[in-house]
Nanobody
Framework: QVQLVESGGGLVQAGGSLRLSCAASGNIFSINAMGWYRQAPGKQRELVATITKGGSTDYADSVKGRFTISRDNAKNTVYLQMNSLKPEDTAVYYC???????????????WGQGTQVTVSS
């Protein structure tokens, strides 16, 4: 089994910063891409940022220049540094990891349970 546990969410004023962390544990051989997604009330889940095992990153246009994704492969952990937060960033943030559990096995996506980020105006 594989578990992803997020932390770092909370309430912050507009213009403030938060740092999210997501640690993967369990039966893991390797992790390919990791990422952050978010879902606001009444809206579909959307991509925020992704990072490959080699460190290549991709961001949603709405967060470019404000958010930074990074990872520590030794710790199977992905981070999301969020600066200049806006009320429209309010959402539940979910981490995602594409995990390979054995050398010959396939890669499957796993999700964390989510952490609430609320930005007040």
């Amino acid at each position: 089994q594989v578990q992803l546990v997020e932390s770092g969410g909370g309430l912050v004023q507009a213009g403030g910063s938060l740092r999210l962390s997501c640690a993967a544990s369990g039966n893991i051989f390797s992790i390919n891409a990791m990422g952050w997604y978010r879902q606001a009330p009444g809206k579909q889940r959307e991509l925020v940022a992704t990072i490959t095992k080699g460190g290549s990153t991709d961001y949603a246009d709405s967060v470019k220049g404000r958010f930074t994704i990074s990872r520590d492969n030794a710790k199977n952990t992905v981070y999301l540094q969020m600066n200049s937060l806006k009320p429209e960033d309010t959402a539940v943030y979910y981490c995602n990891a594409d995990v390979k559990r054995t050398y010959y096995g396939s890669t499957f996506p796993y999700w964390g349970q989510g952490t609430q980020v609320t930005v007040s105006s």
